[in-house]
């Protein structure tokens, strides 16, 4: 059975959020926080908070905003456009000169979400894997 297409009001609300970094030098990040996504007018605001923490350094706080509009595009917070996701799915991509950004969300259930980005370019080449968990569910 097929899983129903998502839409911007599905994702408001307050998730856990587990993320791994794999860097092509071995380097490993690890990030555990939350993201809320709330009403901001045109849409949803994403607020990423949490401890990020560098191979074996010391944890460190770290925040990320993104503005979701009706259509499921994601945008950076100063408005510039990042990647649109797929309703039921599927694979995504954003170009940042001169690195190239392939993702794919995956919904198993509602209750959680995946999305894998694999970064490749001169500048950076990295996997990251952020695992998002509906609270209150």
Known sequence: ???RARG??????R????RVIEHADGTHARFDGHAVWSEDGEGLMQEETGAL????????TATRRYLWRPELAVHFDDGRFFHDVPPFGGETAHWCAPDQ???VYAFPSWTEFR??????????S???ESLYRRIGC
């Not at 911007?8 to 609300?13: I, K």
């Not at 999305?115 to 950076?124: D, F, I, L, M, S």
């Open 1 to 3: 059975m097929r899983e």
């Open 8 to 13: 911007l009001r599905d994702f408001t609300g």
């Open 15 to 18: 998730w856990t959020l587990q």
């Open 53 to 60: 923490r560098i191979g074996d350094g010391k944890p460190v």
């Open 101 to 103: 950004y392939d993702g």
């Open 115 to 124: 999305v894998t980005w694999h970064v490749a370019g001169p500048r950076k």
């Open 126 to 128: 990295y996997r990251m």
